[in-house]
């Protein structure tokens, strides 16, 4: 069983920076897929980025590549989404899932474990 946690969403004004936070509980934080999906009011939960147990393998949806950057520390059992120039298209409420077996998948069926999530909200 993991529980995971998000933090740091917020308003941000467009062109603006945030650093979402996902903290994960148990001891085995490293055997574990972790990635960052969004949900927008009346859309569908979207893929925004993964990485891989390691932290040395990246995706990204091409909307955010260039601007969000995914990155884990396997010793303090997080992931974070750093995110730059955003955009008002941005928002929405952020999800961090975890999963043993997705290997980098982009599908949200492929991941066991979510957080509540943290909204997001770029103003223009």
């Known amino acids: 069983q993991v529980q995971l946690i998000e933090s740091g969403g917020g308003l941000v004004q467009a062109g603006g920076s945030l650093r979402l936070s996902c903290a ?11 990635a960052w999906f969004r949900q927008a009011p009346g859309k569908e939960r979207e ?3 993964t ?8 995706y990204y949806q091409d909307s955010v590549k260039g601007r969000f ?8 059992n997080t992931v974070d989404l ?8 941005d928002t929405a409420v952020y999800y961090c899932c975890a999963d043993r077996y997705a290997l980098g998948s982009t599908k949200k ?5 979510w957080g509540q999530g943290t909204q997001v909200t770029v103003s223009s």
């Open 24 to 34: 994960a509980s148990g001891r085995i934080f490293n055997t574990y897929t972790m």
């Open 47 to 49: 893929f925004v980025a």
């Open 51 to 58: 990485i891989s147990r390691s932290g040395l393998t990246t």
């Open 69 to 76: 950057t995914i990155s884990r520390d396997n010793a303090k």
């Open 82 to 89: 750093q995110m730059n120039s955003l955009q008002p298209e």
């Open 109 to 113: 069926g492929d991941y066991e474990y």
